[in-house]
């Protein structure tokens, strides 16, 4: 098994900033690792979409076309944690923001941490 626990959520206002982490933990994690770690927001009413993910050994991130050049992940491999840095943050951003790793094609979810941006 693999537990996430998710941190950094908030109140901010337009324009301002938060960081998000993911801190992953399990004793399954010592067998085989994380392969990828996404990031999901579910705005009120609406679904939970991807918005960015990081391959855990290197490789291409992804970000949602409405997230590009203002969201950064990035990842703590000897920790097993992962972060989201956001930066020029809308209102429109506001939603529970959910870590997901894919480990060997299992995938776990954190709890959720919420995110509000007041305009």
């Known amino acids: 098994q693999v537990q996430l626990v998710e941190s950094g959520g908030g109140l901010v206002q337009a324009g301002g900033s938060l960081r998000l982490s993911c801190a992953a933990s399990g004793s399954a994690l010592s067998d085989f690792g994380i392969n990828s770690m996404g990031w999901y927001r579910q705005a009120p009413g609406k679904q939970r979409d991807l918005i960015a993910l990081?391959?855990?050994?290197?490789?291409?991130?992804y970000y949602a076309d409405d997230v590009k050049g203002r969201l950064t992940v990035s990842r703590d491999i000897a920790g097993n944690t992962g972060y989201l840095e956001m930066n020029s943050l809308k209102p429109e951003d506001t939603g529970v923001y959910f870590c997901?790793?894919?480990?060997?094609?299992?995938?776990?979810w954190g709890q959720g941490t919420q995110v509000t941006v007041s305009s």
């Open positions: 990081i391959p855990w050994n290197g490789g291409t991130t």
């Open positions: 997901n790793v894919n480990r060997g094609g299992i995938h776990y």
